[in-house]
């Protein structure tokens, strides 16, 4: 009987009597490390002015633009990956390339349409295909590298425009097939350079394949662009 009463008891019944002595002291103080808040502070920018940080990306588009340059071993594309300079030269690009062989406007907006969808539905079946192959590197990551590599076609097709401009003869064609063949090498150089360290050794030329056939249908593109008349 003695266990049953025990057991009806409420749980908590004993806590009531139960008093604190004065004694005991029981406040106390919180305090959080002053480094760990200086460091929150250096990390944060949503005080930051936004001049401030539009300069700071414009940078760091920048220093990218020159490691697709001067392509060498080097993680900054893979650390600091964004997706606005991509953006960026593939809608400079695919205006550059919307009045090509275009008798009208209606004509020309395919053109911009599918160099959007060549670029972007691209990367993203180039970056699929490195990480089935066993790629350490993340999605976007992928499509950083393969965005700021269109770099040099986009330079291309610039010149190309202005040699356009003294006319379309076999010279006018010579000078653009060097220029587009030359940045189309180099493209594909600088996103193997970057790419090649993140994809094991005996699966290389399979990541490599995809990454020349992106750049080549590009290029081709560039190749073949004619102004409207």
């Known amino acids: 009987m003695a266990e049953v009463d025990e057991s009806s008891k409420p749980l908590f019944a004993g806590l009531s009597d139960i008093s604190i002595s004065e004694d005991i002291p029981v406040e106390g103080d919180i305090s ?13 920018t949503l005080d930051e002015p936004v ?10 588009i920048g220093q990218k633009f020159v490691h697709v340059m001067y392509p060498k071993k080097s993680s900054a594309l893979l650390r600091d990956w964004d997706l606005w300079g991509p953006l960026i030269l593939c ?11 275009a008798d009208s406007e209606e004509d020309g907006r395919p053109q911009f349409a599918e ?10 079946i180039i970056t699929l295909n490195s990480k089935l192959l066993g790629g350490t590197i993340s999605f976007f990551q992928s499509l950083c590298v ?12 610039i010149v190309c425009r202005i040699v356009l401009l003294g006319g ?6 010579a000078v653009r097939l060097i220029v587009v063949t030359a940045s189309f090498s180099w493209s594909t150089f ?12 005996n699966r290389k030329a399979l990541v490599v394949y995809p990454v020349f ?3 080549f249908v590009i290029g081709w593109m560039i190749l073949t662009f004619s102004p409207s008349h």
Not at 51 to 60: G, N, P, Q, S, V
Not at 146 to 157: E, F, K, R
Not at 168 to 173: A, D, N, R
């Open 51 to 60: 001049k401030d940080t539009i300069l700071r990306d414009l940078r760091a």
């Open 146 to 157: 393969l965005g700021y590599c269109i770099l040099p076609l986009t330079v291309a097709m």
């Open 190 to 201: 600088a996103s193997t350079a970057f790419l090649a360290d993140s994809q094991p050794a």
């Open 91 to 101: 809608v400079t690009l695919a205006l550059m390339l919307q009045s090509g062989s």
């Open 168 to 173: 379309s003869g076999v010279i006018g064609f």
């Open 115 to 124: 160099v959007f969808v060549i670029i972007w539905f691209g990367s993203v």
């Open 32 to 44: 959080v490390p002053v480094g760990s808040q200086n460091a929150d502070n250096d990390l944060s």
């Open 213 to 215: 056939l992106f750049y």
